[in-house]
Structure formats: C-alpha cells, structure tokens
C-alpha cells in the first residue's frame, strides 16, 4: 500500500493557514497578545472568528 506524504485530515480537524506578516506588524502584534496575556494563535483565531461573523450575512445573502 502506497501512503501519500500529506496527512488526511477528518472533516472536523482544525485547519492551518499561514500568513507572512511584515516584521514590524509581526513586533506589535506580538506585543498586543502580550498585554492581552493571550497567544498569536489564540489572538488572530479570535479576530478571523469576529470578522468572518460580521462579514457572513451579507456573503450568504448573495447566494454564495
């Protein structure tokens, strides 16, 4: 059997994205989740989460 180098990953898995951020975004992002005594992870999960939530109606609306 022949196994592909890519794990499959289950519907439910939670899903990587990579973003490149300018170093000096990077710095105060870095320090913003610092005085929110939170992570980069848990910060920028949280701020898509809000964002895609605003953005969702008016999206579904069109039929998309």
């Known amino acids: 059997m022949v ?5 499959s990953k289950r519907a439910d898995e939670p899903r ?3 973003v490149r951020l ?3 975004l990077h710095r105060r992002l870095r320090i913003v989740v610092a005085a929110e005594d939170t992570s980069v992870q848990d ?3 949280r701020v898509v989460e809000q964002a ?3 953005q969702w ?3 579904t609306k069109e039929g998309i």
């Open 3 to 7: 196994l592909s180098a890519a794990k």
């Open 16 to 18: 990587m994205v990579h």
């Open 22 to 24: 300018d170093p000096e």
């Open 43 to 45: 910060w920028v999960a």
């Open 52 to 54: 895609v939530t605003e």
């Open 57 to 59: 109606p008016s999206i």
